[in-house]
């Protein structure tokens, strides 16, 4: 059976490449992968300082296990332009940074050490996608996600396409296309027997086949008693399929769920069954580690994405992301969008090639995830041009005639060659450009994005974003504008039917070049910060969701006099999903219900308190006692939710949280640790611009500096495991709090 293990330890990397080298062991830095080349300031720095070459090297010793065998290196990504030597010989090129590549070392290996060496040039090379233009994100340099050792029989399995069949009717139907790797050539005779498997690893069904050449397909029939894979139970289940040949044996794994995903005229169909779109696009960058983090915190993604904000869907801007991060979509039931490297720029002949082949490596890698449900085959936000996107699309549908294709375009009246008419629509803020007489517009009619006579499916997949940037530090009028237009955009999508859904720009801040952003090579267009910290406007999404599965009150509100522009609070914002708010003020109490008049297609409308509820004085005047706020959600008449805020908050207390308290000690797990800087209520002081300082004991080691300053009343940290088991201590101090201590674990 084939064998594939972590090949990330016991790596040696440094700066700068020699091609006469590449055959002798450097001397290196020791590292461990994922790795990226240059870490990064959180803010402030120069972008070109990992544009050039590195080198990392690792030895591999011969195994009696390698005789007779295929052996290889599987890379899930690397940035980019990679070229791997072994003892000296070059054995592949790979030049995108986003999907993954096989390094055969078949044949080629010695008894004794043999010489890994690879060359990763983070140089933004014009004849590779997405570069060639200017591009608002980073592209961080380095071997940045795993690589695995992989050794396997001379015939093996290579990949494994299932596409279910009838999947809405009582007696279901599974095709299930083996192919079949023989890189020598070999004649042989075998057989593939496939297993079909259910959630809790039962056999339901299964085939035998024999087979001589590169693919067998097989055909499993009248499947009964089969769950579907839903939002709230994301059922999968499991092709095992065995070969077994003159040369060997092999086995392949795959897992897939039963559900149907059509974008229609009438809007988006899981199932059969209407579902709203409602979510944030995604890069996979982190502060100061860049592209460079493993399963853990792929993971943790995921779940924010879902648990957290409460979103159904997310956008892979603007490339295929982790496979870590794309396995727990599918084991949580959070949908995804995914789509090739690109932001704009269109390159030459020899480029377009290899956007097509990136059409084809995403597709092959990911045609299982029933996660899922559209394939973005254009170039993000790029002009029209008809015989490449023609291609791209015909490519698509080859390969996986299950899913319907997008292509992201902000320009209207694009030329639609795809199944879905994916756009970014910034309309709603273009009413403050010198000469528009439009008001103020949170989406444009679908016919005037399209130029089409006739509605099509079609999906919102950017609002927002540059258009308003937002800081977690922020004014709170500005916070609350932010807010007020996500809330907009979201209404309007949610009452027109013909709209899937929208996918706001976007979750979390990033890193950018220095032609976007603020000028810290920060674009602060999240709905979170950096360590995905909430911004009021997370809150616009969170409180989409339903009581039974979170009760939500957030007021858009430090809670005080001066905050805002001539002073007071109003209007004030409490983002819920309660039937009625009351908030008291001294022995004043109002309470109201949600904001339907203005928000009357969102499912949990914000409850708004303004000068409608108070008259000019009742929140009192300057040269008055500022007081406490205690606000209250209600929901079928009955209190449910409780919250207070202080009118002179005082540093109170220095609040720690990980993610995890347990870190896998051999594959160098990670966990995030967020700090906050609370008052004697429990709200974060927004404008406390101390300093924390952290400090580790044990097997771990904080990613960046382990001096970091309050942003927003928060800040936070990466903590990795250092491949040791053993207890781990953190402690963290900041002047104005107690000293506070977490204990966790690698094991």
């Given at each position: 059976m084939r064998s594939v293990v972590a090949f990330n330890e016991s790596w040696t990397f440094q700066e700068g490449f020699s091609l006469a080298e590449v055959g002798r062991r450097q001397e290196g830095q020791p590292?461990?992968?994922?790795?990226?080349?240059?870490?990064?300031?959180?803010?402030?720095?120069?972008?070109?300082?990992?544009?050039?070459?590195?080198?990392?090297?690792?030895?591999l010793p011969w195994s009696a296990d390698f005789a007779g065998r295929e052996v290889s290196l599987?890379?899930?990504?690397?940035?980019?332009?990679?070229?791997?030597?072994?003892?000296?010989?070059?054995?592949?090129?790979?030049?995108?940074?986003?999907?993954?590549?096989?390094?055969?070392?078949?044949?080629?290996?010695?008894?004794?050490?043999?010489?890994?060496?690879?060359?990763?040039?983070?140089s933004e090379n014009p004849e590779i996608p997405p570069f060639g233009g200017r591009i608002d994100y980073l592209t961080y340099a380095g071997i940045y996600r795993d690589v695995w050792l992989k050794v396997a029989a001379p015939v093996s399995i290579a990949n494994i396409k299932v596409e279910t069949g009838n999947v809405l009717a009582a007696a279901k139907s599974v095709n299930v296309r083996c192919d079949i790797a023989n890189p020598q050539g070999l004649a042989f005779n075998g057989s593939v027997?496939?297993?079909?498997?259910?959630?809790?690893?039962?056999?339901?069904?299964?085939?035998?086949?024999?087979?001589?050449?590169?693919?067998?397909?097989?055909?499993?029939?009248?499947?009964?008693?089969?769950s579907l894979w839903e939002l709230d139970n994301p059922a999968l289940y499991t092709i095992d399929a065995e070969l077994k040949t003159d040369h060997g044996s092999d086995r392949y794994t795959a897992n897939f769920g039963f559900r149907t995903a059509a974008f229609t005229a009438e809007g988006f169909l899981l199932n059969g069954r209407k579902l709203k779109l409602r979510g944030l696009n995604r890069h996979q960058a982190f502060p100061y580690a860049g592209y460079a983090v493993g399963r853990s915190a792929q993971e943790r993604d995921a779940e924010i994405m879902k648990h957290t904000l409460k979103c159904n869907v997310v956008r892979t801007s603007h490339y295929p992301q982790s496979p870590w991060f794309l396995d727990h979509c599918d084991r949580i039931g959070l949908l995804v969008f995914e789509e090739i490297p690109g932001w704009q720029h269109i390159g030459g002949e020899a480029w377009k090639q290899e956007s097509i082949r990136n059409v084809r490596?995403?597709?092959?890698?990911?045609?299982?995830?029933?996660?899922?449900?559209?394939?973005?085959?254009?170039?993000?936000?790029?002009?029209?041009?008809?015989?490449?996107?023609?291609?791209?699309?015909?490519?698509?549908?080859?390969?996986?005639?299950?899913?319907?294709?997008?292509?992201?375009?902000?320009?209207?009246?694009?030329?639609?060659?795809?199944?879905v008419y994916t756009m970014n629509d910034f309309i709603l803020g273009n009413e403050e450009l010198p000469g528009v007489n439009r008001p103020r517009t949170p989406l444009r009619p679908q016919q005037e994005n399209t130029g089409l006579s006739q509605n099509v499916p079609y999906l919102i997949t950017e609002f927002g974003g540059h258009m308003y940037p937002t800081k977690i530090y922020d004014q709170e009028q500005r916070q609350a504008e932010h807010v007020r237009r996500h809330l907009d955009v979201l209404n309007a999508a949610y009452g027109d039917p013909s709209i899937s859904g929208a996918i706001g720009w976007c979750m979390f801040d990033y890193n950018t070049h220095s032609d976007f952003g603020s000028g810290d090579r920060i674009c602060y267009h999240g709905v979170m910060d950096m360590f995905r910290e909430p911004k009021f406007a997370a809150y616009a999404y969170i409180s989409q969701c339903e009581p039974s599965d979170e009760v939500v009150m957030k007021p858009v509100t430090q809670?005080?006099?001066?905050?805002?522009?001539?002073?007071?609070?109003?209007?004030?914002?409490?983002?819920?999903?309660?039937?009625?708010?009351?908030?008291?003020?001294?022995?004043?109490?109002?309470?109201?219900?949600?904001?339907?008049?203005?928000?009357?297609?969102?499912?949990?409308?914000?409850?708004?308190?303004?000068?409608?509820?108070?008259?000019?004085?009742?929140?009192?005047v300057w040269g008055m006692e500022w007081e406490d706020a205690h606000f209250t959600g209600l929901i079928g008449g009955k209190a449910v939710t409780t919250l207070h805020m202080v009118a002179d908050p005082l540093p109170t207390t220095l609040e720690v949280k990980a993610d995890s308290l347990t870190l896998r000690a051999d594959d160098r797990d990670t966990t995030r640790v967020i700090i906050r800087a609370l008052d004697q209520a429990g709200?974060?002081?927004?404008?406390?611009?101390?300093?924390?300082?952290?400090?580790?004991?044990?097997?771990?080691?904080?990613?960046?500096?382990?001096?970091?300053?309050?942003?927003?009343?928060?800040?936070?940290?990466?903590?990795?495991?250092?491949?040791?088991?053993?207890a781990i201590t953190v402690d963290i101090s900041s002047p104005r709090f107690a000293a506070q201590t977490i204990t966790l674990a690698a094991e």
């Open positions: 590292v461990t992968l994922p790795h990226t080349a240059v870490e990064l300031p959180f803010n402030y720095f120069d972008e070109k300082s990992y544009q050039r070459a590195f080198t990392y090297q690792k030895i599987v890379f899930d990504a690397a940035m980019a332009d990679a070229v791997v030597y072994l003892n000296g010989e070059e054995i592949v090129a790979h030049k995108d940074g986003y999907t993954p590549f096989e390094a055969r070392l078949t044949g080629r290996l010695k008894e004794g050490d043999n010489l890994l060496t690879v060359k990763i040039d983070g027997a496939a297993s079909l498997r259910a959630p809790d690893g039962t056999v339901l069904t299964s085939a035998v086949a024999e087979t001589s050449g590169s693919s067998l397909t097989f055909a499993f029939d009248n499947l009964t008693g089969i490596r995403m597709i092959e890698r990911d045609w299982n995830h029933p996660s899922i449900i559209i394939w973005g085959v254009r170039i993000n936000e790029s002009q029209d041009s008809h015989d490449f996107y023609v291609e791209t699309n015909r490519l698509a549908r080859e390969l996986d005639p299950t899913r319907q294709t997008g292509g992201v375009r902000y320009i209207t009246e694009s030329e639609l060659l795809e199944d809670w005080a006099r001066g905050e805002r522009n001539i002073g007071g609070v109003l209007p004030l914002i409490v983002l819920t999903n309660c039937d009625e708010i009351e908030l008291r003020y001294g022995s004043l109490v109002k309470r109201i219900g949600p904001d339907r008049e203005n928000f009357p297609h969102l499912p949990h409308p914000p409850v708004v308190f303004d000068h409608r509820h108070f008259t000019k004085d009742e929140l009192g709200s974060r002081l927004p404008f406390l611009n101390d300093i924390a300082t952290v400090e580790v004991t044990g097997p771990a080691k904080v990613i960046g500096p382990k001096t970091m300053a309050f942003q927003g009343g928060t800040t936070g940290f990466w903590l990795q495991a250092t491949g040791e088991a053993g």
